[in-house]
């Protein structure tokens, strides 16, 4: 586990000098704002945490932190994630970056994530586009979007599901934030590092440079019904599929062993309940 420190560092320490160059009005601020609040809060040692990303604006993320970083290749964020976690057991590891960055080059490696089950946080900042390249379709594009001279009909294929192929594929934590419900994400990352294995976010996180329609989100957004997260898969894939992806929360958590075994041991007796008395 990662030194807590005995007294909190603020978000503020947890930033770069390095000033984010994403557009006015980009969700990924208000996860960069999560990300560093969770850490403060955690009061995780910043040499002790690394954020591991692959390409694209929200793969900038890194950077703008003061933790240790290493900005990737496309699609690889995960693989490097696993690796390190895999050597450095006693590290907090995050890995970020997009939809196009996950689901589609590096889908692959989401899927293996997923089931293999290494103790580490995957945040997928989900804004249904390729920001970076200029606004091409992702797996998460609606099928009607008309935006892009490349699917001036739309894309005509349904969009990728995250957080169902993530149950599918063996997910044990599965959550859905929103980058316009910063408390709210915050308390889900927080339950995310705390999650003794892989844990999964999906970030809505809008981009209105390309998808202006996204500002509707602030309207259509809300939370899902449930107590508490679901622990029967069964359950979880009913919640999923008869959503429209746009509720949010933390929608499924039932541990199974680590891989590697041997950090299994090393999990066991280090859990602490962190969210009890949380404040948004
Ligand atoms: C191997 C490879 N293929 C393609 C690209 C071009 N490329 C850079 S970023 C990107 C897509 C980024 O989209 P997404 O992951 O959704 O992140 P966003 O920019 O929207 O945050 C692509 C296709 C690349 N850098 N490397």
């Given at each position: ?15 770069s ?17 999560a990300i560093?609040k969770?850490?403060?809060?955690l009061?995780l040692?910043?040499e ?39 050597a ?52 998460t ?7 892009s ?46 999650y ?8 809505l ?37 008869g959503?429209d ?34 404040v948004?």
């Open positions: 586990m990662n030194d807590i420190l005995s007294e909190a560092l603020s978000p503020k320490a947890y930033k000098h390095i000033k984010p160059i994403w557009c006015p009005g980009c969700g990924d601020y208000a996860v960069l704002s560093t969770t850490l403060s809060f009061r040692a910043p002790k945490t690394a954020i591991i990303s692959g390409i694209g604006c929200s793969s900038r993320l890194p950077a703008y932190t003061d933790v240790y970083g290493f900005h990737g290749v496309h699609g690889r964020a995960l693989p490097v994630a696993t690796g390190l976690k895999v450095r057991p006693d590290l907090t590891v995050l890995a970020v970056g997009g939809d196009g960055d996950g689901f589609s080059i590096g889908g692959n490696h989401f899927l293996h994530a997923c089931r293999r089950n290494v103790d580490f946080v995957y945040i997928a900042m989900d804004n249904e586009v390729y920001g970076m390249t200029k606004g091409q379709a992702s797996p594009t609606p099928a009607t979007w008309e935006h001279k490349l699917t001036p009909h739309g894309t005509q294929i349904r969009p990728f599901q995250p957080c169902a192929i993530a149950l599918a594929a063996g997910a044990t934590f599965i959550a859905r934030g929103y980058s316009g419900d910063p408390g709210n994400l915050v308390k889900m990352l927080v339950e995310a590092i705390e003794p294995g892989f844990a999964f976010v999906q970030v996180s809008q981009c209105i440079t390309f998808c202006p329609e996204q500002k509707q989100w602030k309207h259509q957004v809300r939370e899902f019904d449930l107590p508490e997260p679901c622990s029967d898969p069964v359950q979880a894939a009913m919640l999923l599929h959503d992806g746009l509720s949010t929360g933390v929608i499924y958590a039932s541990p199974r062993p680590l891989w590697p075994p041997e950090q299994q041991v090393q999990q066991e007796g280090s859990l602490t309940s962190m969210t009890e008395g949380f948004l």
